[in-house]
Each structure stands twice: as structure tokens, then as C-alpha cells.
């Protein structure tokens, strides 16, 4: 079973930064998204197994960046020039799917963190 640990969300001011991170009890593809109340879950940002790729939602675009950590199984959200529209739960999931270059689907997502808590406030 793959285990998913969140940290790092909380409340800051608009225009402000925080730095999320997943620690995963293996190594695999890896991605960040977001549900705000009353709206779907969203995908904010993934990194392919290797780190070589990484792709965004246009909404964070310029202001979110993914890395990974692989030595630790770890991955980073670090979300700068925050906005109120931004608050929301943040999850990590994991695609499983062994060593390669691409970056995975959205239904490769097999595995989910429990969230953390993002507040912009304005």
C-alpha cells in the first residue's frame, strides 16, 4: 500500500508564500491538487518519475513550482504570490507505474495523501 504524507499548508496573506511537501513510502510519479468547498478537485501540478518533467495548471502557472526529492521520496509544492482563490485542501498523489520519463494521466493517479489546508487570506 503506498503511503502519502502532507505538510506545510496554513494560512498566509495574499501575495505571501508556503511550501507544501509529500513524503511517499516509495518512489513514483508524483502530483498536487486542490479542492476548494463546493467546487471539483482540481490539478494544480505533477513531476514524471525521473523529475525531467513537470507541468502545470495555467491558474499557477509562473507561481507554483514541483520538485522532487528523490533520495527521500519526497515531493515540494512551493507556491509563491499566493491569492485568495488559491485556498483550498491540497492533496499529493502518487502514479504508480515503475521508472519512466512521461508524466502520468490524470486517471494514473492512484494514490492520495490526506490533505492539507491552504488559506489566502485578502
Known amino acids: 500500500q503506498v503511503q502519502l504524507v502532507e505538510s506545510g499548508g496554513g494560512l498566509v496573506q495574499a501575495g505571501g508564500s508556503l511550501r507544501l511537501s509529500c513524503t511517499a513510502s516509495?518512489?513514483?510519479?508524483m502530483g498536487w491538487f486542490r479542492q476548494a468547498p463546493g467546487k471539483e478537485r482540481e490539478y494544480v501540478a505533477g513531476?514524471?518519475?525521473?523529475?525531467?518533467?513537470?507541468s502545470y495548471a495555467d491558474s499557477v502557472k509562473g507561481r507554483f513550482t514541483i520538485s522532487r526529492a528523490n533520495a527521500e521520496n519526497t515531493v515540494a509544492l512551493q507556491m509563491n504570490s499566493l491569492k485568495p482563490e488559491d485556498s483550498a485542501v491540497y492533496y499529493c498523489?502518487?502514479?504508480?507505474?515503475?521508472?519512466?520519463?512521461?508524466?502520468?494521466?490524470?486517471?494514473?493517479?492512484?494514490?492520495w495523501g490526506q490533505g492539507t489546508q491552504v488559506t489566502v487570506s485578502s
Open positions: 498523489a502518487a502514479a504508480p507505474g515503475g521508472p519512466r520519463l512521461n508524466l502520468p494521466s490524470m486517471r494514473e493517479y492512484k494514490f
Open positions: 513531476i514524471s518519475w525521473s523529475g525531467g518533467r513537470t
Open positions: 516509495g518512489r513514483y510519479a
